[in-house]
T-cell receptor, first 111, second 117 residues
Framework: KNEVEQSPQNLTAQEGEFITINCSYS?????LHWLQQHPGGGIVSLFM???GKKKHGRLIATINIQEKHSSLHITASHPRDSAVYIC?????????????FGKGTKLSVKP | DSGVTQTPKHLITATGQRVTLRCSPR?????VYWYQQSLDQGLQFLIQ?????ERAKGNILERFSAQQFPDLHSELNLSSLELGDSALYFC?????WGGGVNTGELFFGEGSRLTVL
C-alpha cells in the first residue's frame, strides 16, 4: 500500500463545477504539499499545510491531521485548471524537500 | 517563473553513457533538492544539498551522484545509463533545509527530460 493515496486518479469536469481531490496518508508528517503539474511538465507548488485550511484565489486546501487526510478544492473550475494535481508529504522530522508523493490526479475541465 | 533554472531541457543519449544535469536555485535559496519522475515509479525524492553539504538521501542509485558548488548551483551526474533511467528530472530549491520545521514552500524548475536509447 502506498504511503500517500490520492483519489480520484482521473477527473473530468465541466467548466464552472466545484472540484474536490482527496489525499490520504499513512505516515506521521510535518507538512503536506499540493503541487500542480501542467502538460508541459513543469511543477508549481500550490500549498504547504501543517494544519487547518489555506485559500488562494479559487483554490482551497484543508488538512485533518487526526484523520490523516487532506482535500484540494477548486471553485468555479476553468479549462486552464486542467493539470495533474499531486499530493506530497514530509515525513515528520525529515528535511523540507524529502517528500513522499502520491500518484497524482489528472483533472480535465471541459468548456 | 519560479526562479529555478534547469539545463538542459531535453537530452537524448545512449545506454552506458554519462550525463550531467544542472540546476541553479532561486537567488538566496540555500537548499537544492533533486527528484526523478518516471512513468512507472512516479515522482521520487533523490537527494538534497544544503549550502554545499549533503543533507538527505532518498531513492538515489549508486550510479547517480550530485554535488552543490560554492555558488549554490547543483549538478546531478548520471552514469552507466540504462533504459529505465529515462525520466524527467526536477530540481527544487528552498531558503532553508527544514529539518522538521517548515520554513517555506518549494520552488521547482521546469525539469530536464532524459531519454536513454
Amino acid at each position: 500500500k502506498n504511503e500517500v493515496e490520492q483519489s480520484p486518479q482521473n477527473l473530468t469536469a465541466q467548466e464552472g463545477e466545484f472540484i474536490t481531490i482527496n489525499c490520504s496518508y499513512s505516515v506521521g508528517i510535518s507538512a503536506l504539499h499540493w503541487l500542480q503539474q501542467h502538460p508541459g511538465g513543469g511543477i508549481v507548488s500550490l500549498f504547504m499545510l501543517s494544519s487547518g485550511k489555506k485559500k488562494h484565489g479559487r483554490l482551497i486546501a484543508t488538512i485533518n491531521i487526526q484523520e490523516k487526510h487532506s482535500s484540494l478544492h477548486i471553485t468555479a473550475s476553468h479549462p486552464r485548471d486542467s493539470a495533474v494535481y499531486i499530493c506530497a508529504v514530509n515525513n515528520y522530522g525529515g528535511s523540507q524537500g524529502n517528500l513522499i508523493f502520491g500518484k497524482g490526479t489528472k483533472l480535465s475541465v471541459k468548456p | 517563473d519560479s526562479g529555478v533554472t534547469q539545463t538542459p531541457k531535453h537530452l537524448i543519449t545512449a545506454t552506458g553513457q554519462r550525463v550531467t544535469l544542472r540546476c541553479s536555485p532561486r537567488s538566496g535559496d540555500l537548499s537544492v533538492y533533486w527528484y526523478q519522475q518516471s512513468l512507472d515509479q512516479g515522482l521520487q525524492f533523490l537527494i538534497q544539498y544544503y549550502n554545499g553539504e549533503e543533507r538527505a538521501k532518498g531513492n538515489i542509485l549508486e550510479r547517480f551522484s550530485a554535488q552543490q558548488f560554492p555558488d549554490l548551483h547543483s549538478e546531478l551526474n548520471l552514469s552507466s545509463l540504462e533504459l529505465g533511467d529515462s525520466a524527467l528530472y526536477f530540481c527544487a530549491s528552498s531558503v532553508t533545509w527544514g529539518g522538521g520545521v517548515n520554513t517555506g514552500e518549494l520552488f521547482f524548475g521546469e525539469g530536464s527530460r532524459l531519454t536513454v536509447l
